[in-house]
């Protein structure tokens, strides 16, 4: 059974720091792209992040670049989202993803495995 679960997500005050994780099992974690999207309440889907098998390559959308920072640990099975100097935009549901690909398409329908999501809301 393929299960991706996300956690690390709460509130935090804006300038702060979160660090989420996707823990995996049921697949081949070292075999897949790793990818984290988020949607904020009442948009759609935003394309936050990804990372490539090794962990040699990562990739960001602009509206994070230089905050954020993606990584894996293909021994634990699990990737990681470092969140610093959060701002009230990044307030959203966080979901982590699985590709063999790459992709840069903000729909569940462009990877093959998803996860169930994790809040963040920055708020002071």
């Known amino acids: 059974q393929v299960q991706l679960v996300e956690s690390g997500g709460g509130l935090v005050q804006p300038g702060g720091s979160l660090r989420l994780s996707c823990a995996v099992s049921?697949?081949?974690?070292?075999?897949?792209?790793m990818y984290w999207v988020r949607q904020a309440q009442g948009k759609g889907l935003e394309w936050v992040s990804a990372?490539?098998?090794?962990?040699?390559?990562?990739f960001y959308a602009d509206s994070v670049k230089g905050r954020f920072t993606i990584s894996r640990d293909n021994a634990k099975n699990t990737a990681y989202l470092q969140m610093n100097s959060l701002k009230p935009e990044d307030t959203a549901v966080y979901y982590c993803?699985?590709?063999?690909?790459?992709?840069?398409?903000?729909?569940?329908?462009?990877?093959?495995?998803w996860g169930q999501g994790t809040q963040v809301t920055v708020s002071s």
């Open positions: 993803a699985a590709s063999s690909t790459w992709t840069k398409v903000p729909s569940s329908h462009a990877y093959g495995y």
């Open positions: 049921g697949f081949t974690f070292s075999s897949y792209w």
């Open positions: 990372i490539n098998h090794g962990g040699t390559g990562t």
